[in-house]
């Protein structure tokens, strides 16, 4: 296996379970508002491993990357403020 391969394998295998994460938060193993908080804060972080990893974005140039994180966990904290308010 390339390591290019290997990289992109891990990568999934770290979006799977990221999401089997999530969906325990979701289904009540932890406190509600931590849960929403936690679940927010995972798909912001998975959002990062696509971008990085299969839309290539760590391969751009430092101001694309640095707009990407801020796109991303500006959405995220966007999307939690207006489910806890």
Same mark, same amino acid.
């Given at each position: #296996?390339?390591?290019?391969?290997? $990289? ?5 295998? @770290?979006? =799977?379970?990221?999401? *089997? ?6 289904? /009540? ?12 804060? =995972?798909?912001?972080?998975? /959002?990062?491993? =696509?971008?990085?990893?299969? #839309? $290539? *974005? /760590?391969?751009?140039?430092? &101001? ?13 904290? =966007?999307?939690? /403020? @207006? &489910?806890? *308010?």
């Amino acid at each position: #296996m390339r390591p290019a391969d290997r $990289e992109l394998s891990i990568a999934w295998l @770290g979006l =799977v379970a990221l999401t *089997v994460l999530s969906f325990a938060a979701a289904e /009540g193993l932890i406190a509600h508002r931590f849960a929403l908080a936690a679940i927010f804060a =995972v798909a912001a972080f998975k /959002g990062q491993i =696509v971008a990085s990893r299969f #839309m $290539e *974005v /760590g391969h751009a140039l430092p &101001h694309w990357r640095t707009l990407y994180r801020i796109w991303i966990f500006a959405i995220a904290i =966007v999307l939690a /403020g @207006g &489910h806890f *308010v």
